[in-house]
């Protein structure tokens, strides 16, 4: 069943000059996670943080570290973030040729485990995963930068992952979160819950404005006045 709402801030959007006392900032404004975008210019086409900016984020905040890996290869780093201090490690499937590998490498670390699905592939592939699955991700713009436009065909997979999910549940399966990433506003972000998610990514409109602006900012996306 779908679960309680939560936001998880993109401090791809924060300011980097600045980042402790961003995600200080953001985690006392109400976050419930903090999203993590990592990014090797070569699975997609930007460049951000590594595990040593991870492992020094990690004093700020007590809330649980959603990282987002969109690099390829990244079984090679798994440990790496996971040391770090991330407590979700989310993967694509195009990043190795064995996700279910990939996974388990995940989980060896003790580490919760997500995928990813980019506009373009098909929700099935998470299919003869379910079983090794804490969160599904579904990417609601092409991976790569912060700041673009809601793809309004994300809605159509966020329904169908959450039949797959609540038949696994029912079926005697494990929760999995239904998160949602990119163009989250005010008015995707309420077509994202009623869609069936229950977790959602939001980068500019979590940090838009500055620190004072953050609680208002996260209240809003809940759906608050
Ligand atoms: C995009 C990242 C997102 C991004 C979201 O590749 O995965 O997490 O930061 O940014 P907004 O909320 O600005 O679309
Ligand atoms: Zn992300």
Do not use: W
């Amino acid at each position: 069943m779908q679960q309680a709402l939560r936001i998880a801030p993109s401090i791809l959007s924060a300011d980097f000059a600045r980042l402790g006392e961003e995600v200080r900032a953001i985690d006392a404004a109400g976050a419930d996670y903090i999203h993590v975008d990592v990014m090797d210019g070569h699975f997609v086409p930007n460049l951000t943080i590594g595990p040593m900016v991870v492992k020094a984020l990690r004093p700020h905040s007590a809330k649980p570290f959603d990282v987002h890996l969109m690099i390829a290869p990244v079984d090679p780093y798994i440990a790496a973030f996971a040391e770090a201090g991330a407590d979700i490690l989310t993967v694509h499937p195009e990043s190795g040729p064995h996700l279910h590998r990939t996974l388990q490498l995940i989980k060896a670390q003790g580490k919760k485990a997500g995928v990813s699905l980019n506009p373009a592939t098909p929700v099935e592939v998470v299919d003869p995963v379910l079983e090794e699955l804490d969160l599904i991700l579904v990417m609601s713009v092409n991976p790569g930068f912060g700041g673009q436009s809601f793809l309004p065909s994300s809605l159509r997979k966020i329904e169908a992952l959450r039949r797959r999910i609540d038949a696994h549940v029912a079926a005697g399966g494990r929760p999995i979160d239904l998160e949602v990433d990119g163009g989250i506003n005010v008015e995707t972000a309420r077509a994202c819950r009623e869609a069936g998610a229950d977790l959602l990514v939001a980068g500019t409109s979590s940090f838009a404005g500055g620190p004072e602006a953050y609680a208002g900012n996260i209240r809003r996306l809940r759906g608050g006045d």
